[in-house]
């Protein structure tokens, strides 16, 4: 399996509600990341996770939670969410070394 | 400071014409350099890494450390080949990846 599964693939959501992201990858990658993308515009990095541990969190709002509760596993909940958070949401995984990141589908989020 | 830079937003091109991509990035150590490629409505899927000089959908890149160039090149452009181009850099320890603004490639018949 060399695959990158984000679930789900859309999600609607209000400015109140608790929802989660899923990332999920049995390649054996010990980092993995998550990555907000705006239409038209690059990814951007938001948390980095090396061997469960957060290594790097880039000034993401507390309203974004990521979580690591095994090697193949990556969860991002979200809460108290903005109209302006709406984007899609990448999760990448990486190998030792100077391995490249393989990415996922993305989970497509909306905020009414 | 780490950046990427890709002057064109959208290179335009008719089939069979060569296509080049530009890319520029400043970085003080030695870096990782790559070209991913997302085509309409599918992930971002890596074409090519500058260690592996190797060629991918015939697209080559060469790292040019005195230009801190990684242009991306193809002889003869397919209309297959129509898709947003990102060109990224890896310099941290935990390889996070800083990407260029982006280069949508436009194939016309």
């Known amino acids: 399996d060399t695959e990158v599964t984000q679930t789900p693939k859309h999600l609607v959501m209000g400015m109140t509600n608790k929802k989660s992201l899923k990332c999920e990858q049995h390649m054996g990658h010990r980092a993995m990341y998550w990555y907000k993308q705006k239409a038209k515009k690059p990814p951007e990095l938001m948390f980095v996770?090396?061997?469960?541990?957060?290594?790097i969190n880039e000034s993401v709002p507390s309203r974004f939670s990521p979580e690591c509760p095994n090697s193949s596993l990556l969860n991002l909940h979200l809460h108290a969410l903005q109209p302006e958070d709406s984007a899609l949401y990448l999760c990448a995984s990486r190998g030792p070394g100077n391995q490249p990141q393989h990415f996922g589908d993305g989970t497509r989020l909306s905020i009414l | 400071a780490q950046r990427v830079t890709q002057p064109e937003k959208l290179l335009s091109v008719f089939k069979g014409a060569p296509v080049e991509l530009k890319c520029n990035y400043s970085y003080s150590g030695s870096p990782e350099l790559f070209w991913y490629v997302q085509y309409s409505r599918q992930r971002l899927q890596l074409l090519l890494r500058h260690i592996s000089r190797e060629s991918i959908k015939g697209f080559t890149a060469d790292l040019n450390k005195g230009e801190t160039s990684f242009h991306l090149k193809k002889p003869f452009a397919q209309e297959e080949d129509s898709a947003m181009y990102y060109c990224a850099l890896s310099g941290g320890s935990q390889g996070n990846l800083i990407f260029g603004k982006g280069t949508k490639l436009s194939v016309k018949p």
């Open positions: 996770y090396s061997y469960e541990k957060l290594s």
